[in-house]
């Protein structure tokens, strides 16, 4: 408990000073600059604070395991920031990505998190391309069928997501990120604090229905299937908002 806040407080003094740390290791990695800031502009401060994580255009950073965040919509967003600040996520040290995300939100006041969720739900979704939609061995056919029985219903067929569920779109997002996080609920890192009403699903979806690791891979490979190839957006494609 005590290295736990300690480190927090090694993070909150790294935002406020101007660098913050991703990696496996928190401690040893080299940090990305992030600078402190008390912008309002929702395009400033996405560009001074998330952008060394998240990238430019929001797509993610393999080498930080940062994923893609691009035209994600704003209640859920939304809700992720309040999970981070309240505790219901990143408040494992062993969860690094997570426990650093938790830091930031917690040094952004509500106002600049009001505004930089709506920029982001703004900025073009970006498709996974190349190592970050490729999976090798897996069976994208044996991962429909676990979709269609255990992920449609709250995902919707296409992914799409569905904020009745407050169920997310899994298309835009990496195949290496959505496999870590299914990881995470399975094994508890995420999704099993209290009041965790839709993480507390996916705890038990991942536990009770995903057997091993090949099936959990299975169905991200077919997650990746359901990306549109081209730069068009699935939501204007099949005629659905982003709710």
């Known amino acids: 408990m005590n290295t736990c806040k300690s480190l927090l407080a090694f993070v909150m003094t790294a935002i406020i000073g101007g660098t ?36 430019t255009a929001g797509e993610g950073k393999p080498e930080l395991k940062s994923p893609s965040i691009a035209g994600m919509p704003s209640w859920y967003v939304n809700t992720q920031f309040a999970n981070l600040r309240e505790g219901r996520r990143g408040h494992d040290a062993a969860d690094p ?27 073009p979704m970006k498709v996974p391309v190349g190592k970050d939609r490729e999976m090798a061995n897996t069976n994208p056919q044996e991962g429909m069928r676990l979709f269609q029985e255990r992920c449609m219903e709250c995902h919707r067929y296409n992914a799409s997501g569905e904020m009745a569920f407050g169920s997310p779109p899994l298309i835009g997002r990496q195949g290496w990120y959505l496999e870590e996080q299914l990881k995470k609920f399975k094994s508890g890192k995420r999704g099993a604090v209290k009041n965790d009403v839709n993480g507390a699903k996916m705890v038990q979806m991942t536990t009770l229905f995903i057997e091993d690791e090949q099936m ?16 068009e957006s699935p939501f204007e494609s099949a005629g659905q908002g982003a709710h």
């Open 97 to 123: 990505q997570s426990f650093m995300m938790a830091a930031i939100a917690k040094a952004l006041e509500p106002e600049q998190i009001k505004a930089v969720v709506a920029h982001v739900e703004q900025m």
């Open 216 to 231: 959990l891979r299975d169905v991200v490979a077919y997650i990746m299937t359901l990306n549109p190839e081209s730069k």
């Open 20 to 55: 913050v740390m991703h990696g496996a290791d928190p401690v040893a990695a080299v940090p990305p600059v992030i600078a402190a800031t008390k912008a309002t502009d929702g395009r400033v401060i996405f560009e001074t604070v998330c952008a060394q994580c998240h990238g």
